[in-house]
């Protein structure tokens, strides 16, 4: 008995000896080969059923050497599984290791869109004037983006937008002027507000996109005329373009303005000679404008013998497109990063 204990003892320690340096070795492993001794079955238990044909003067003795046996075998196992569960997590550890000093790949700068630039600039030419931005919603309602405007249900007028339904009542906005009544009904005069956005037509060719941007402006004040429009609108087009720039007004018609102008700008690529872009007439028209129907201020609560005002619409597109001499609209939304990469601040953000 004596001797098996001792034979046990000594498999063991060559076990742990080898198997313990053994970097293979998993806990699993471990597991079973303690299992193998330790558990109801394992050896150093059938050793304890032995005890019973061991000489009654002897059973002290062996008893003591067996338990000794059965906790130095504990013991080891336990601290084996601690070193194993260590090793573990230092090789978990070593391979996720970060290293937060590693220079990043370069991914690219992105510019800034010429939409947004020409937006950008806008604001910030009409915010030196005294206007603020209000940004209304894209899915309008009816009755903001034409009835308010004197754009009756079945009026003909509707036609000069062909618009795209949500709802009866809902729309995708086809102009930014569902704006200026949002305004109006929440702000007492004077007025000098920006609103920029997207609007939505059904409309696509080169020239014309189903969404686009516009820039609303609306001055509501004592006074108002039809040549602080032409002033304000000169001024824009110096700093939009050049110093030369000048400014024409056509007549025209919108039901929410009277009376309605159609605004020209003379062309910045020839001088006003003629050439492809203003199609030999030296003029471009670039936006809608006019003085603030009195039925519009009057849905809006505002009294039109006090006050008057004027409004424009800008298409930020067709700003885009002379300015930076784009002859397709849809090179715009194509998302081309060629394309993109000529503009915007050099890729600065
Ligand atoms: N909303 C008009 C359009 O989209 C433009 C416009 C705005 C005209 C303001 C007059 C006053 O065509």
């Known amino acids: 008995m004596k001797e098996q204990i001792e034979s046990i003892r000594r498999e063991i320690e060559q076990w742990l000896g080898q198997a313990g340096a053994d970097p293979a070795l998993k806990r699993e492993g471990l597991f079973a080969y303690k299992m193998e001794h330790l558990g109801k079955t394992g050896k150093i238990s059938a050793l304890s059923k032995g005890m019973r044909d061991v000489a009654p003067e002897e059973r002290p003795e062996v008893g003591k050497l067996l338990s000794d046996l059965r906790r130095w075998a504990e013991e080891n196992f336990d601290s084996l599984e601690q070193e194993l569960k260590k090793r573990e997590l230092e090789k978990k550890y070593s391979s996720e290791r970060l290293d937060v000093t590693m220079p990043a790949r370069f991914a690219g700068t992105g510019s800034i869109h010429p939409v947004t630039l020409v937006k950008n600039e806008l604001i910030d030419i009409f915010s030196g004037m005294g206007f603020d931005v209000f940004e209304g919603p894209e899915i309008e309602r009816d009755y903001y983006n034409f009835q308010a405007l004197n754009i009756p249900a079945d009026h003909p007028a509707r036609d000069m937008?062909?618009?795209?339904?949500?709802?009866?009542?809902?729309?995708?906005?086809?102009?930014?002027?569902?704006?200026?009544?949002?305004?109006?009904?929440?702000?007492?005069?004077?007025?000098?507000?920006?609103?920029?956005?997207r609007v939505y037509r059904s409309?696509?060719?080169?020239?014309?996109?189903?969404?686009?941007?516009?820039?609303?402006?609306?001055?509501?004040?004592?006074?108002?005329?039809?040549?602080?429009?032409?002033?304000?609108?000169?001024?824009?087009?110096?700093?939009?373009?050049?110093?030369?720039?000048?400014?024409?007004?056509?007549?025209?018609?919108?039901?929410?303005?009277?009376?309605?102008?159609?605004?020209?700008?003379?062309?910045?690529?020839?001088?006003?000679?003629?050439?492809?872009?203003?199609?030999?007439?030296?003029?471009?028209?670039?936006?809608?404008?006019?003085?603030?129907?009195?039925?519009?201020?009057?849905?809006?609560?505002?009294?039109?013998?006090?006050?008057?005002?004027?409004?424009?619409?800008?298409?930020?597109?067709?700003?885009?497109?002379?300015?930076?001499?784009?002859?397709?609209?849809r090179l715009l939304f194509e998302g081309d990063v060629r394309f993109l990469k000529q503009f915007g601040n050099g890729g600065r953000v």
């Open 161 to 197: 937008q062909d618009t795209f339904f949500v709802t009866k009542e809902f729309l995708l906005r086809s102009q930014t002027s569902s704006g200026q009544i949002r305004v109006m009904e929440n702000r007492k005069p004077p007025i000098k507000v920006l609103s920029p956005g």
């Open 203 to 329: 409309d696509s060719d080169a020239t014309h996109s189903p969404m686009f941007h516009q820039m609303e402006g609306l001055v509501v004040d004592k006074n108002v005329t039809l040549n602080d429009l032409k002033g304000m609108l000169d001024e824009f087009a110096r700093r939009m373009f050049s110093s030369e720039t000048k400014t024409r007004l056509r007549p025209s018609y919108f039901p929410f303005t009277e009376p309605s102008v159609e605004v020209d700008l003379s062309c910045s690529a020839c001088g006003g000679k003629g050439c492809r872009i203003c199609k030999g007439t030296g003029w471009i028209e670039v936006l809608g404008a006019g003085m603030v129907n009195r039925r519009v201020l009057e849905n809006c609560g505002i009294d039109p013998d006090e006050y008057t005002g004027f409004a424009f619409g800008i298409g930020l597109e067709r700003i885009a497109m002379i300015k930076y001499g784009i002859g397709d609209i």
